[in-house]
């Protein structure tokens, strides 16, 4: 029930194309949603997070759509870019400032020039 | 603002040695979090901290694996003796509010 489980393990998209990942959760008092992006031999960066009161929230180029009912999320990328090539990682938590992220695996994106 | 800092960046041992890694958090920061990511996986929190308290240590190897942070500022992460499959890259995060700050991490290869 801890389990955030993600999809595509990796993915190609042509430059201005849109890229979409999917996560998907079993646990229904996770309450904070976040996308970290990991370039190789950096750290994970926080990208763009969300809360199960909103159904969508977009900044710039990335969006994340959330479907309470059916317990998943994605993240989009519009007008994906070469330098958007990266693995994204989708996280869940339970509520409080001592947040304990349940991680996905990960998804492994290239965008062709 | 400064970012988490972690030293070293890579680290080559021969297994059976021991090896200790240093975190330095944002300023301000009280909770300080230990992953392990293991080529191809996600980040693995092995320990928490509030301050200079343990918050969640249950994925820690605790007959190799200690870590501290005495002041509630630095922290160092230690492995006793290590093994083969201790190879991964030691990760440092620290918040405030919730969201996680990631320093670049520390590159380990047990040999």
């Known amino acids: 029930q801890q389990q955030v489980k993600q999809s595509p393990q990796s993915l190609i998209v042509q430059k201005g194309g849109i890229s979409i990942i999917n996560c998907a959760y079993e646990?229904?008092?996770?309450?904070?949603f976040p996308w970290y992006q990991q370039f190789p031999g950096k750290g994970p960066a926080l990208l763009i997070a969300i809360r199960p009161d909103v159904s969508e929230k977009k900044e710039g180029r990335f969006t994340i759509s959330f479907n309470k009912s059916a317990k998943q999320f994605s993240l989009h990328i519009m007008d994906s870019q070469p330098g958007d090539s990266a693995t994204y990682f989708c996280?869940?938590?339970?509520?409080?400032?001592?947040?304990?992220?349940?991680w996905g695996l990960g998804t492994s994106l290239a965008v062709n020039p | 603002e400064a970012g988490v800092a972690q030293s070293p960046r890579y680290k080559i041992i021969e297994k059976r040695q021991s090896v200790a890694f240093w975190c330095n958090p944002i300023?301000?920061?009280?909770?300080l979090y230990w992953y392990q990511q293991i080529l191809g996986q996600g980040p693995k929190l092995l320990i928490q901290?509030?301050?200079?308290?343990?918050?969640?240590d249950s994925q820690l190897p605790k007959d190799r694996f200690s870590a501290e942070r005495l002041k509630g500022v630095d922290s160092t992460l230690k492995i006793q003796p290590a093994k083969l499959e201790d190879s991964a890259v030691y990760l440092c995060a620290s918040s405030w509010t919730g969201e996680q700050y990631f320093g670049p991490g520390t590159r380990l290869t047990v040999t």
């Open positions: 996280a869940a938590s339970l509520g409080g400032n001592n947040r304990k992220l349940i």
């Open positions: 646990n229904t008092a996770f309450d904070y």
């Open positions: 300023s301000g920061h009280a909770t």
């Open positions: 901290f509030q301050n200079n308290g343990v918050v969640d």
